[in-house]
């Protein structure tokens, strides 16, 4: 069946502008993840979400980040006032149910640039 | 908090050379363990898990076990080929905070012919 995907794969911006980041997860997981990877480190978690809601945001660097999603289905992260140092690659994964032996599948991720 | 702590690469190695990667954690309680590879060009994927101790996970000839009372998951693999040049991932997944997973830096692994 279908992975996870997002949208767009690439995106240049300049500084101050605002970015929306998209993934549809696959279908029937209940549990999705948003994770930021930089140049040469891991992967530092973001926000995940159960259903709707997001018991987690523990990982979100500033209020100019947020994400929702509706419809238990697609996630929109969004980036306010874009700096520099927000330059990444934002992954998005889901679960089946969110629990703690679950494999976590991987969308391609969209490469974020802030010139 | 949780924190994953990983072999420092890059690591370049000749075919059929065994590899280790070394991976240890820190968490409460009794977290599940994992592998994540990514290789060029393409997104992260599952390579093999853990889900208690002692367990051991494996999958195309890698390998790593649960080991709690050293908080370790080491991969290994007795004989590299060149497809398995990728960044390697070790990551856990607690059963307190069951939504955060939390990552190593990852392991740049080349292998030559």
């Known amino acids: 069946g279908a992975g996870v995907s997002q949208s767009p794969s690439n995106k240049v911006t300049e500084k101050g502008k605002d970015v929306e980041l998209r993934c549809d997860p696959i279908?029937?997981?209940?549990?999705l993840y948003w994770y930021r990877q930089s140049l040469g480190q891991g992967l530092e978690f973001l926000i995940y979400?159960?259903?709707?809601?997001?018991?987690?945001k523990s990982g979100l660097p500033s209020d100019r980040f947020s994400a929702e999603r509706t419809g238990g289905s697609v996630s929109t992260l969004t980036i306010q006032r874009t700096q520099q140092e927000d330059s990444a690659v934002y992954l998005c994964?889901?679960?089946?149910?969110?629990?703690?032996?679950?494999?976590?599948?991987f969308g391609p991720g969209t490469r974020l640039l802030v010139l | 908090g949780d924190s994953v702590t990983q072999m420092e690469g890059p690591v370049t190695l000749s075919e059929e050379a065994f590899l280790t990667i070394n991976c240890t954690y820190t968490?409460?309680?009794?977290?599940?363990l994992f592998w994540y590879v990514q290789y060029p060009g393409e997104g992260l994927q599952l390579l093999l898990k853990?889900?208690?101790?002692?367990d051991k996970g494996s999958n195309k000839g890698f390998e790593a076990t649960y080991r709690k009372e050293t908080t370790s998951f080491h991969l290994e693999k007795g004989s590299v080929q060149v497809s398995d040049s990728a960044v390697y991932f070790c990551?856990?997944?607690?059963?307190?905070?069951?939504?955060?997973?939390?990552f190593g830096d990852g392991t740049t692994l080349t292998v030559k012919p």
């Open positions: 994964a889901s679960s089946l149910m969110g629990q703690g032996e679950e494999t976590q599948y």
């Open positions: 279908s029937g997981h209940t549990a």
């Open positions: 979400f159960q259903g709707n809601s997001a018991p987690d």
């Open positions: 968490a409460t309680g009794y977290p599940s």
């Open positions: 853990a889900t208690k101790a002692d």
């Open positions: 990551a856990l997944k607690g059963n307190t905070n069951a939504g955060k997973s939390t």
